[in-house]
């Protein structure tokens, strides 16, 4: 039995004391080195920020981290255009809730994937992608065996009068089945498909006014109001903008102190995550105002794009450099994937 002096014995008491009364964040924000990841946010919005959570199995190196989703089960797929260096070819790799590699398929989609969407259809879930290097969206079950895909589209009278550049990047889905494609990439149109994947018509039109888009990057179906509403994420004007299902023009949000360039959304509850690609993640209440921003890195990041070429031992932790893609995990975690030629998947993890 050890014994301990009284000078001992009060030293210890009042170590403990006062780690008792540390915040819980401070106290499990550390790796098993010791090291303290970030933390993010504040008061209800508050995150331990953990780079490189996902990380991709032997043989295969990050491209560009582009698309999120996560099926019924937890699993987690994540979307990349794989590294030029790299010796697999799979694009889009699958992750267990715990962050455990499970499989990887889609050598076809490798230089282009990008906008990974899921939903259920009939009894089964389905995964949407967007090939940016294909310029075609293309359904697969979550093995990666394709189902249906659709390419140039042609039906559209805008495409059909003459040809015109088309690269897909993210898909949104309404409640009826329908699903909207946008053309962030190519002419900024923002076109509506049928559960079929019969061409329906148009929503918007390209430009700069309301209802119209400079490369519609990412989109989503709002279900927090009365009724479901299309939000777009109108990149290129530097704004949000919001439509009925029907197509008719709601409103537009623009507030470049508080968002600069938003890529797309995910709901969860009352909150809606939105990646900006211009070095933060912000979440929206309601009536699409920023409520926090998360990792903002633009004072260390300079200009869009400028950091994309530096290693990981150049990024400063717990800042954000090109977010691409954001979810909301099951749990209330979120997930961002950046947009740089060696990938970068961080977990959010709320506390």
């Not at 090291?35 to 560009?64: A, F, K, M, R």
């Not at 409640?175 to 923002?190: A, C, R």
């Not at 950091?307 to 717990?318: A, E, K, L, N, V």
Request: include cysteine; charged fraction near 20%; proline fraction near 5%.
């Amino acid at each position: 039995m050890t014994t301990l002096s009284r000078r001992s014995f009060l030293s210890r008491c009042i170590a403990l004391s006062a780690a008792s009364t540390l915040p819980s964040f401070l106290i499990r924000a550390s790796d098993k080195s010791g090291t303290q990841n970030p933390i993010l946010g504040s008061g209800e919005h508050t995150y331990e920020c953990v780079h490189d959570w996902l990380l991709p199995p032997d043989g295969l190196l990050w491209g560009d981290t582009h698309g999120l989703c996560q099926d019924s089960s937890g699993n987690i797929y994540v979307a990349h255009t794989v590294n030029k260096s790299s010796a697999r070819s799979e694009a889009v790799v699958v992750y267990d809730d715990q962050g455990k590699f499970v499989r990887a398929f889609g050598e076809e989609f490798r230089n282009g994937a990008h906008g990974l969407g899921i939903r259920t259809e009939g009894s089964e879930e389905h995964l949407y992608h967007c090939d940016i290097n294909r310029c075609k969206i293309v359904r697969t079950s979550l093995d990666g065996k394709v189902l249906w895909e659709h390419g140039y589209p042609a039906e559209d009278p805008a495409y059909g009068a003459a040809p015109i550049k088309f690269v897909p990047t993210n898909v949104a889905f309404a409640p009826n089945g329908d699903f909207f494609v946008g053309d962030g990439y190519g002419s900024s149109h923002m076109l509506r498909f049928s559960a079929s994947g019969a061409y329906l018509g148009e929503v918007g039109r390209p430009g700069h006014g309301d209802g119209e888009f400079d490369c519609p990057h990412g989109q989503w179906i709002d279900p927090r109001g009365t009724a479901p509403v299309l939000v777009v994420a109108d990149r290129g004007n530097r704004r949000i903008q919001t439509f009925s299902l029907e197509g008719a023009h709601l409103s537009t949000v623009k507030d470049e102190a508080h968002l600069r360039m938003p890529c797309n959304f995910h709901v969860r509850g009352d909150l809606m995550v939105c990646p900006d690609l211009d070095s933060q993640v912000c979440l929206l209440d309601r009536d699409y105002k920023v409520v926090a921003q998360l990792g903002d890195g633009i004072a260390i990041n300079g200009k869009v794009g400028s950091r994309r070429d530096q290693t990981r031992s150049q990024f400063t932790p717990g800042k954000f450099i090109t977010p691409h893609q954001a979810i909301f995990l099951r749990n209330g975690d979120i997930l961002v994937a950046e947009w740089l030629p060696i990938g970068r998947i961080t977990l959010l993890r709320k506390v």
